[in-house]
Nanobody, 123 residues
Framework: QVQLVESGGTLVQAGDSLTLSCVAS???????LAWFRQAPGDEREFVAG????????FYGGSAGGRFTVSRDNAENTVYLQVTSLRPEDTAVYYC?????????????????WGQGTQVTVSS
């Protein structure tokens, strides 16, 4: 089964930008890929996703134009760029893969998850 490894999470200040990466252990072209985040005490929230081909991106309500998702199937990698970070963006960010064509906003649709990467935004 494909394995996902996220990286790029760190401590930043409000207003900073950050790029998260998620590398897969095998070809990603068979999967829709998504980013979720989860803050302590909260449910896992869909942030952004991209279709198998990379032609279509989807964003959750919290994205607010500050998130950009992209994928490089040649590198088996999906990225999440975040600008103008806010303290409320603090969470563990997870990468997930689904065999569907387009990403779902429901975390139950995914059976492949990375271990997560912590993003902390200080005010």
């Amino acid at each position: 089964q494909v394995q996902l490894v996220e990286s790029g999470g760190t401590l930043v200040q409000a207003g900073d930008s950050l790029t998260l990466s998620c590398v897969a252990s095998e070809r990603t072209s068979r999967y829709a890929l998504a980013w979720f985040r989860q803050a302590p005490g909260d449910e896992r929230e869909f942030v952004a996703g991209v279709s198998r081909s990379g032609a279509t991106a989807f964003y959750g309500g919290s994205a607010g134009g500050r998130f950009t998702v992209s994928r490089d199937n040649a590198e088996n990698t999906v990225y999440l760029q975040v600008t103008s970070l806010r303290p409320e963006d603090t969470a563990v960010y997870y990468c997930a893969a689904s065999s569907s064509v387009n990403p779902s906003t429901d975390p139950r649709a995914y059976d492949i998850w990375g271990q997560g990467t912590q993003v902390t935004v200080s005010s």
